[in-house]
């Protein structure tokens, strides 16, 4: 990725040109629709040589291309048709499907299957369904698509094009899920928005307060237009709202797109004459790279780019008309489109070029999570932020702490609860995690109570499982190989996708249950009531220290750069400040049996975001085993069947496993945050059965997804190490 830039906005710091891509590259055009559906971006139809037929798709997480295999109902190539994004369906409306002659058709395509699907929806009870037009405005907001002007042929025949601009409203009601119920024409107050086609339209609606709002901008009428109008969804009444600053110049085939409160204006045709007059036809006119946005809460214009802005050295989109652009998050996609600049029109060239734009600085990163540690690593992940260009992972090293002899890691008061449950002839185990890092058993056996310490760094990555189709599964071949001290989380839901083993999380039974990891979350059960127990210290001494910067969401860390976060100055680094050069600073290894506090910052094109809450990890203590791995879970009717595969690092002989179940108690009501747990088993096999009897106790917990909580551990001579944390998802219950 590229590095923040200075400052947000649309000035050429912002801007990025995707330089390369793979995949079969979408032909450029104009009159395209598109829309986006998560990160993947929907291009249809549009116009060069001939009408495209074709839908093509642009991931924007993988830069790939990709023409999905369309199945169906395919609609024939429109230019300049309705185009709107509900979910993961797309509805395509009118166009014009050859020279002279428009379509009114209406078109669904599940984007889950590609699935064409052309729908036939009820004539308004009131008029006429709309007659065949291009160049009009579809707008969706909740189950309503509005349709608004555009351009009909009045002429029986196509070759003989006599134009209408139209200025009628129309609703369209949508089905759930799929298929619509029919037009309606509203009744409207106020005076309707002269007709016109090449227009835009956007809906916005504030957080808190206001009805949703319809704005219609600029378009053509025979001459190029720059008004604003406004309607009120619902009272349906339509109005002209008073704007502050400078109204953009009178334009057609620009774009316009909501991120947040404000209504990014891009392009378009404007008349060549600098007063931009619109009283009578434009004479000359040209396309435009001019960029703009209205404050929706203020009705405020703000130029960002100017008309005769020079960008010689090509750090802008270039000036062009038809495009397409659309958003996803806060970051504005720009896509082809024509030039036109003062040529005729079969000497104008189709722009090849996809541009974007961060308009916001990206949100905070989950908290940085534990896949495994080692006596002097940690290898770490953090769920993904959207549309960002990296991450700036930073750390904050305690002093070491020499593990006392015989007592690995005890650097703090101990911690000792006796469970109250069970028999005397069982084992019931409570864990109290303390300060984040030192776990404390205490066995109750018979009569006789024993203290026993062990170390447990608390286990971080989850695995989770999501009921999602294929082609929203995206396994991190990252994580394949780091099970060792990982959380996995299984469901009881059965599950259609076929699974990628990416995290040795695979589950066998019955319902063919199956997971995959394709999001992250930390554990939040440590406590932090007790901040006595934690070494005070003064917040001038604190100090984060970058581990670097990372193109993805996941780091191996064994070393840390010295240069500390205070002499970097981040306010000056967050405004925009360049990122040090790591190859001049001195690294700092990690030392064994120590506690590092760790938060994570993603980076865009306007600069680096807040960071996430901090996590804090402690590496291994030599001698200790590893956590067990490849967890797996077979479900039978009256019981569960828990097995694991040995520690990758055993250090020695493994002498006994134990396993833990998340149960009720009392205390958990009043410290939701710290789990208590039953141990159910204790040998050397690598398996063991879980009971109903003993489920029906267990604690459901809903830090994230409703799930019950295992934890598995290894012994070995020095004693117990880390557990693998296992959630097993529930549900909606």
Same mark, same amino acid.
């Given at each position: ?587 700092? @290894? ?7 506090? *760790? !938060?994570?910052? #993603?980076? &865009?094109?306007? +600069?680096? %975001? /807040? ?89 459901? @917990? ?7 909580? *295992? !934890?598995?551990? #290894?012994? &070995?001579?020095? +004693?117990? %190490? /880390? ?11």
């Amino acid at each position: 990725g590229a590095a923040p830039s200075r400052g947000c906005g649309g000035g050429a710091a912002g801007w990025r040109r995707v330089s390369s891509f793979t995949g079969r590259y979408r032909a450029p055009a104009t009159g395209t629709a598109r829309s986006a559906i998560r990160e993947l971006l929907i291009i249809f139809g549009g116009g060069n040589e001939g009408i495209a037929d074709e839908l093509h798709v642009y991931n924007t997480v993988t830069n790939q291309w990709f023409l999905p295999a369309v199945r169906g109902d395919i609609p024939p190539g429109c230019a300049a048709h309705g185009f709107v994004c509900d979910g993961t369906r797309i509805l395509v409306f009118g166009g014009m499907v050859e020279y002279g002659r428009y379509s009114n058709d209406l078109y669904e395509l599940q984007a889950s299957r590609w699935l064409w699907k052309k729908v036939k929806p009820q004539a308004p009870s009131n008029g006429s369904p709309p007659c065949p037009r291009l160049g009009h405005s579809f707008s969706l907001y909740g189950n309503k698509c509005y349709l608004f002007g555009g351009l009909a042929n009045e002429s029986e025949d196509s070759n003989n094009n006599v134009p209408r601009y139209l200025n009628d409203f129309y609703e369209l009601e949508l089905q759930h899920g799929s298929g619509v119920v029919g037009w309606s024409i509203p009744v409207t107050k106020g005076i309707l928005p002269s007709p016109r086609e090449s227009h835009t339209a956007i809906v916005y609606c504030r957080k808190d307060v206001g009805s949703p709002k319809m704005y219609i901008f600029g378009g053509m009428c025979g001459c190029r237009l720059n008004d604003l109008w406004e309607l009120d969804i619902e009272t349906m009444t339509w109005s002209r709202p008073e704007t502050k600053g400078t109204v953009p110049l009178p334009r057609s085939l620009h774009t316009a797109n909501v991120i947040g409160n404000k209504m990014y204006v891009f392009g378009g045709w404007v008349p060549q004459s600098a007063g931009g007059e619109i009283s009578a036809p434009d004479g000359e006119w040209k396309c435009t790279g001019s960029f703009s946005y209205l404050n929706l809460d203020t009705t405020e214009w703000i130029g960002l780019i100017s008309d005769c802005q020079e960008d010689k050295s090509n750090l802008l989109p270039g000036p062009r008309a038809g495009h397409c652009a659309v958003a996803v998050g806060t970051r504005l996609y720009i896509w082809s489109g024509r030039d036109g600049y003062r040529k005729a029109w079969n000497n104008q060239v189709c722009c090849k070029d996809l541009w974007y734009l961060d308009t916001e600085r990206p949100l905070a990163p989950s908290q940085v999570q534990l896949i495994r540690a080692t006596t002097n690593s940690f290898q770490l992940k953090w769920d993904e932020v959207p549309t960002v260009e990296g991450y700036l992972l930073q750390l904050h090293a305690d002093s070491p702490v020499p593990p006392v002899a015989g007592i690995p890691g005890t650097g703090l008061p101990e911690t000792s609860v006796l469970s109250s449950q069970g028999s005397s002839n069982h084992h019931n185990i409570k864990f109290c995690i303390t300060d984040g890092n030192l776990l404390f058993f205490t066995c109750k056996v018979a009569a006789l109570n024993i203290k026993v310490h062990n170390h447990c760094l608390p286990s971080a990555n989850v695995g989770e499982l999501h009921d999602l189709d294929k082609q929203t599964v995206n396994p991190d071949a990252s994580v394949s190989s780091t099970v060792s001290s990982t959380q996995t989380m299984v469901t009881q839901q059965a599950v259609k996708t076929e699974s990628s083993s990416t995290n040795g999380a695979v589950v066998k039974d019955e319902t063919s249950l199956t997971t995959f990891n394709s999001k992250s979350e930390g554990l939040k059960c440590v406590s932090h009531t007790r901040p006595a127990q934690r070494p005070v210290v003064k917040s001038r001494e604190r100090r984060w220290y970058d581990v670097g910067i990372f193109k993805n969401n996941s780091a191996v860390v064994s070393q840390f750069y010295l240069l500390p976060e205070e002499t970097l100055n981040i306010n000056s680094k967050v405004e925009g400040a360049d990122v040090p050069d790591y190859r001049l600073l001195k690294k700092q @290894d990690l030392f064994p049996g120590t506690v590092y506090r *760790f !938060r994570v910052a #993603a980076i &865009n094109g306007c +600069g680096i %975001g /807040p960071f996430s809450k901090i996590s804090e990890f402690k590496t291994c203590i030599p001698g200790f085993p590893g956590a067990p791995s490849t967890v797996k879970i077979t479900k039978s009717v009256d019981c569960i069947h828990l097995s694991w595969e040995p520690p990758a690092s055993p250090s020695g002989n493994i002498l006994e496993y134990s396993a833990y179940l998340a149960i009720r108690s009392t205390q958990l009501q009043e410290n939701p945050s710290q789990l208590v747990f039953m141990r159910i088993y204790c040998g050397l096999k690598t398996s063991c059965m879980v009971t109903a009897a003993q489920l029906s106790n267990a604690h459901v @917990d809903y830090t994230s997804r409703p799930a019950i909580v *295992f !934890r598995i551990s #290894a012994k &070995n001579e020095r +004693g117990y %190490g /880390p557990a693998t944390q296992v959630r097993w998802l529930q549900g909606k219950k």
